[in-house]
């Protein structure tokens, strides 16, 4: 009996060496074989974070498809009804209605601080602002300050304003209401980026500008707050939600909108049968500033989909040991 152990012990001993490589294999890369379809919405400027996302799910192993590309309150739609699985695009408190509407934690997972410190707010240039003491979005009430911000000779201030769909168009039009501006301001609404041209053009031309921004992205490299322009107070903070506890505070000045952070969604059973994915997404941060000087990049000209991939790139080795602690973070957790 002795002499028939030793091959079974050889054979089973060899099997575990052949065995090795491949249990080494799926730890390093615990998505192997599973597709992924990321979600982001279609402002090339906000592609950057979900090619940062999609790199590290790649160096899991994970087969990332080519992203889709919606607006927010259908890619929420999308990830609950699992026609993708992922994106790095929620705005916590400005989408929450988006959000909730498709089921919230019933039906996707919210995780991490994918940017942290999100502005949003009200500009005026510099120049007209110091001339004319203003300070606050109210003092556009008044007909006369109103008016040197008319564009278009109607009299009344021309805002540029917030794409429909984004959300942010919703707080602005609550705003006007709320702060009884209705009839001395225009929300203008359209191509978000091509109305910015416009309103840069007119700054350059020593015109004076009225605008909704936010913070990371390149207006405000272009526009410098503090130099070329100055944020608006508003009087008392007050949002389409009801929700006014919320911190809306900037450098001392109530900016209207709340502080807001960009977070991950999954969809709810990809979160469950990809652990791996789950933790790197809840990982993953950027801060405002990488990503606005890496949208000024794409408004100097670098602005390809082979551009922004190589920003990315770039970006994961500058910051390579954090990046790969994530990863090693997402492994321990695979199943």
Same mark, same amino acid.
């Given at each position: 009996?002795?002499?028939?152990?030793?091959?079974?012990?050889?054979?089973?001993?060899?099997?575990?060496?052949?065995?090795?490589?491949?249990?080494?294999?799926?730890?390093?890369?615990?998505?192997?074989?599973?597709?992924? #379809?990321?979600?982001?919405?279609?402002?090339?400027?906000?592609?950057?974070?979900?090619?940062?996302?999609?790199?590290?799910?790649?160096?899991?192993?994970?087969?990332?498809?080519?992203?889709? +590309?919606?607006?927010?309150?259908?890619?929420?739609?999308?990830?609950?009804?699992?026609?993708?699985?992922?994106?790095?695009?929620?705005?916590?408190?400005?989408?929450?209605?988006?959000?909730?509407?498709?089921?919230?934690?019933?039906?996707?997972?919210?995780?991490? $601080?994918?940017?942290?410190?999100?502005?949003?707010?009200?500009?005026?240039?510099?120049? #007209?602002?110091?001339?004319?003491?203003?300070?606050?979005?109210?003092?556009?009430?008044?007909?006369?300050?109103?008016?040197?911000?008319?564009? $278009?000779? $109607?009299?009344?201030?021309?805002? #540029?304003g917030c794409n429909p769909g984004w959300g942010c168009e919703l707080v602005i039009d609550h705003h006007l209401e709320a702060y009884d501006l209705e009839d001395t301001v225009?929300?203008?609404?359209?191509?978000?980026?091509?109305?910015?041209?416009?309103?840069?053009?007119?700054?350059?031309?020593?015109?004076?500008?009225?605008?909704?921004?936010?913070?990371?992205?390149?207006?405000?490299?272009?526009?410098?707050?503090?130099?070329?322009?100055?944020?608006?107070?508003?009087?008392?903070?007050?949002?389409?939600?009801?929700?006014?506890?919320?911190?809306?505070?900037?450098?001392?000045?109530?900016?209207?909108?709340?502080?807001?952070?960009?977070?991950?969604?999954? $969809?709810?059973?990809?979160?469950?049968?990809?652990?791996?994915?789950?933790?790197?997404?809840?990982?993953?941060?950027?801060? #405002?500033?990488?990503?606005?000087?890496?949208?000024?990049?794409?408004? +100097?000209?670098?602005?390809?989909?082979?551009?922004?991939?190589?920003?990315?790139a770039e970006w994961v080795e500058a910051h390579r040991e954090q990046f790969d602690d994530w990863l090693e973070?997402?492994?321990?957790?695979?199943?």
């Amino acid at each position: 009996m002795l002499m028939q152990k030793k091959p079974l012990l050889a054979a089973l001993a060899l099997t575990a060496v052949a065995l090795a490589p491949l249990h080494g294999l799926a730890e390093e890369r615990p998505g192997e074989g599973v597709r992924v #379809t990321p979600i982001f919405p279609p402002i090339a400027e906000e592609q950057f974070r979900g090619q940062v996302a999609m790199i590290g799910l790649e160096e899991l192993g994970y087969a990332v498809q080519a992203p889709r +590309e919606t607006e927010y309150a259908a890619m929420m739609l999308a990830l609950a009804y699992g026609d993708a699985d992922f994106t790095v695009h929620l705005w916590d408190k400005l989408h929450d209605n988006f959000y909730q509407r498709v089921g919230g934690d019933d039906a996707l997972v919210k995780v991490g $601080n994918v940017i942290p410190g999100v502005l949003q707010g009200y500009l005026v240039d510099r120049r #007209t602002a110091e001339e004319h003491g203003i300070t606050s979005l109210e003092d556009l009430r008044d007909p006369e300050i109103a008016a040197l911000f008319d564009a $278009n000779g $109607n009299g009344k201030a021309d805002l #540029t304003g917030c794409n429909p769909g984004w959300g942010c168009e919703l707080v602005i039009d609550h705003h006007l209401e709320a702060y009884d501006l209705e009839d001395t301001v225009s929300h203008n609404r359209g191509s978000y980026f091509a109305l910015m041209a416009d309103t840069i053009a007119r700054y350059e031309q020593g015109e004076p500008i009225l605008y909704y921004t936010w913070v990371p992205q390149w207006i405000s490299g272009v526009l410098v707050p503090g130099e070329d322009v100055v944020w608006l107070e508003v009087p008392y903070t007050d949002l389409p939600d009801g929700n006014n506890d919320v911190d809306t505070e900037f450098n001392g000045k109530n900016l209207g909108f709340a502080v807001d952070t960009v977070q991950a969604v999954l $969809n709810k059973d990809f979160a469950a049968q990809n652990p791996a994915a789950r933790e790197f997404l809840s990982l993953v941060q950027i801060t #405002t500033d990488d990503e606005s000087a890496q949208n000024l990049r794409m408004q +100097e000209g670098e602005n390809s989909a082979a551009d922004i991939r190589r920003h990315a790139a770039e970006w994961v080795e500058a910051h390579r040991e954090q990046f790969d602690d994530w990863l090693e973070q997402a492994r321990s957790v695979a199943e």
